[in-house]
């Protein structure tokens, strides 16, 4: 398929309002406290039952960072002292052999990746005694085809950090970057030289990682279109196989940190639309892929060749290739995917102790999902990832045993899709919905259209605009 896409600044602009990046659906906003621990474990054991169990995805929330980012809105803790990590990491041990009771030991762990927060904040000893305690009590794999990546802040990296990690099983890493100009970096609190970023880079291609990718962030304060296409132009000199570009959602009413943002500073909604419209061109130019919702890979890179096949998958740590995966997350706020349910773990740290301490799981909301929640989240997956829809997938999978054709099901959604239609966003074919080259960039809108709870989550404040 066409990877293209079409900036269309009229239309970017009609369509820009708040709402999903849909890595799960339905949205937390869903989540509830009446799904708790004992209904997680419930679904979790009934996972060892499938005919053919699902390999396993763990995701290790590590929330500590040395300094504080003015933009970031990640669950996290900023301290210099670097022993408030020891009784959080013994509380994370506890939980990695309370979720491995539930699962089959046989059930291979796929895909492993540790966020944060900023995960190189603990010491090459603690990261050793924690991959050792995940390979204790689930089964990794040794082969290195798995898909095991960690977020780094090469602020935090040395020549030992990669060696050890690579030693450790990772494959890929993602470097944050988010702007390479001083000014932006000031006024953002993130102090970041090229030349440190630069030297990760090539360190961890002398480890023999499999993919490196780095993260930008457009929409921060001081920030130009010749200021970000110089950052662009130095990225692409460095080559990473991915690159992510971000938008900055300024939330000050619900990320505090945030208020420590001069607002004066913010480029206007129009420059902001002429960065992001520069940093695709940019990119495209450069020869890499538009995977989507932010994303760039090279050509040859997994994720364009999943989404050349289809198999394209999206989740809470963005765009992955491994989708027939349980999804196990542990640590503070961290939120699993298990069988057709999501559940979160507690967000505050004391929460998370207590439960630890009393031996419980730190499961505190979660949602079981219902058949049109499972039906629709397929649909959503689909166009988000692959920029099409093949509706006779669909109909197979969910819809054949209701005599339902996929038309009469979303009857409604097809009435608002016919005016993107319209708009040249997309083409309804009888027998697939196909996302234009116009609509790739306003794909969250598109999706909005399946999102059964939509009304109530475009209200809410969490989620930032489309674009």
């Given at each position: 398929m066409d990877q293209g896409y079409l900036f269309n600044p009229e239309l970017i602009r009609r369509y820009d309002k708040a709402g999903p990046r849909y890595t799960s659906y339905p949205t937390a906003v869903q989540f509830h406290q009446k799904f708790g621990a004992a209904q997680y474990v419930e679904h979790a054991r009934l996972s060892n039952e499938d005919p053919i169990p699902q390999p396993l995805s763990l995701y290790i929330h590590l929330p500590f960072c040395a300094t504080v980012c003015f933009y970031c809105g990640c669950n996290k803790i900023i301290t210099n002292n670097r022993k408030r990590a020891v009784p959080y990491l013994e509380r994370l041990h506890r939980e990695i052999a309370l979720h491995a009771e539930l699962y089959d030991s046989d059930r291979v762990v796929d895909q492993l990746h540790w966020g944060g927060g900023t995960p190189t904040f603990i010491s090459l000893d603690q990261m050793q005694a924690l991959m050792s305690e995940i390979a204790k009590h689930f089964n990794l794999r040794e082969d290195d085809k798995g898909e095991y990546s960690i977020e780094l802040d090469p602020r935090e990296v040395t020549e030992e950090t990669l060696g050890v990690l690579r030693e450790l099983g990772?494959?890929?890493?993602?470097?944050?970057?988010?702007?390479?100009?001083?000014?932006?970096?000031?006024?953002?609190?993130?102090?970041?030289?090229?030349?440190?970023?630069?030297?990760?880079?090539?360190?961890?291609?002398?480890?023999?990682?499999?993919?490196?990718?780095?993260?930008?962030?457009?929409?921060?304060?001081?920030?130009?279109?010749?200021?970000?296409?110089?950052?662009?132009?130095?990225?692409?000199?460095?080559?990473?196989?991915?690159?992510?570009?971000?938008?900055?959602?300024?939330?000050?009413?619900?990320?505090?940190?945030?208020?420590?943002?001069n607002e004066a500073e913010l480029p206007s909604a129009s420059e902001k639309l002429e960065i992001?419209?520069?940093?695709?061109?940019?990119?495209?130019?450069?020869?890499?892929?538009?995977?989507?919702?932010?994303?760039?890979?090279?050509?040859?890179?997994?994720?364009?060749?999943?989404?050349?096949?289809?198999?394209?998958?999206?989740?809470?740590?963005?765009?992955?290739?491994?989708?027939?995966?349980?999804?196990?997350?542990?640590?503070?706020?961290?939120?699993?995917?298990?069988?057709?349910?999501?559940?979160?773990?507690?967000?505050?740290?004391?929460?998370?102790?207590?439960?630890?301490?009393?031996?419980?799981?730190?499961?505190?909301?979660?949602?079981?999902?219902?058949?049109?929640?499972?039906?629709?989240?397929?649909?959503?997956?689909?166009?988000?990832?692959?920029?099409?829809?093949?509706?006779?997938?669909?109909?197979?999978?969910?819809?054949?045993?209701?005599?339902?054709?996929?038309?009469?099901?979303?009857?409604?959604?097809?009435?608002?899709?016919?005016?993107?239609?319209?708009?040249?966003?997309?083409?309804?074919?009888?027998?697939?919905?196909?996302?234009?080259p116009a609509g790739r960039l306003l794909i969250r809108n598109i999706c909005a259209v399946f999102d059964v709870y939509n009304n109530e989550s475009m209200k809410s404040p969490r989620f930032s605009r489309m674009v």
């Open positions: 990772f494959n890929r890493i993602s470097l944050g970057v988010q702007d390479l100009n001083e000014k932006v970096q000031r006024a953002v609190n993130r102090i970041q030289p090229m030349e440190k970023t630069e030297a990760a880079l090539d360190q961890a291609r002398k480890e023999g990682f499999h993919s490196i990718s780095m993260d930008l962030i457009y929409g921060l304060p001081r920030q130009t279109v010749e200021s970000f296409s110089r950052t662009l132009n130095e990225v692409i000199r460095m080559s990473p196989d991915r690159v992510a570009i971000y938008n900055y959602a300024h939330m000050p009413s619900m990320f505090k940190v945030q208020r420590q943002i992001l419209r520069h940093a695709v061109d940019r990119m495209t130019e450069a020869g890499y892929v538009y995977i989507g919702m932010d994303h760039f890979a090279k050509p040859d890179d997994e994720l364009t060749r999943a989404q050349q096949n289809g198999t394209l998958y999206r989740n809470f740590q963005g765009y992955s290739t491994h989708s027939g995966c349980d999804l196990v997350a542990m640590g503070v706020s961290s939120i699993s995917k298990v069988g057709f349910t999501y559940c979160q773990n507690h967000k505050d740290i004391d929460s998370y102790f207590k439960s630890i301490d009393e031996g419980e799981l730190p499961v505190f909301r979660g949602i079981e999902l219902s058949f049109d929640d499972v039906l629709r989240r397929e649909v959503i997956t689909q166009l988000i990832c692959n920029f099409v829809l093949d509706k006779s997938r669909i109909v197979d999978r969910y819809l054949k045993y209701m005599e339902v054709t996929f038309d009469d099901y979303f009857a409604d959604e097809l009435e608002q899709l016919n005016i993107m239609q319209g708009d040249g966003l997309l083409k309804l074919n009888d027998d697939s919905i196909e996302i234009l």
